[in-house]
């Protein structure tokens, strides 16, 4: 196996967007960083059955609906 070619995998936490936080090791960031989630398994509504509605962070949602206004779906 060759060596040096693999990504550090370290400690860090993540935010849950109910401000609730765990520790997880992976591959992302530094050592002891802070992952904040903006969708996560408690609001996402594949998950919660629908009920909720995703919010529209940063406009993205109704810039998607005004770019395909009127291809005629």
């Known amino acids: ?3 040096n070619i693999h990504p550090d995998y370290h400690m860090i936490t993540v935010k849950m967007t109910d401000g609730t936080t ?9 050592e002891g960083d802070t992952l904040t989630l903006e969708i996560d ?5 594949a998950w ?3 009920s909720q509605r995703l919010m529209d962070a ?4 109704s810039k998607f609906k005004n770019k395909y206004a009127g291809f005629g779906f």
Request: charged share 20%; no cysteine.
């Open 48 to 50: 919660t059955g629908g």
């Open 41 to 45: 398994p408690t609001v996402h509504p």
């Open 22 to 30: 765990f520790e997880m090791r992976s591959t992302w960031g530094k």
């Open 58 to 61: 940063g406009g993205r949602v």
């Open 1 to 3: 196996m060759k060596a």
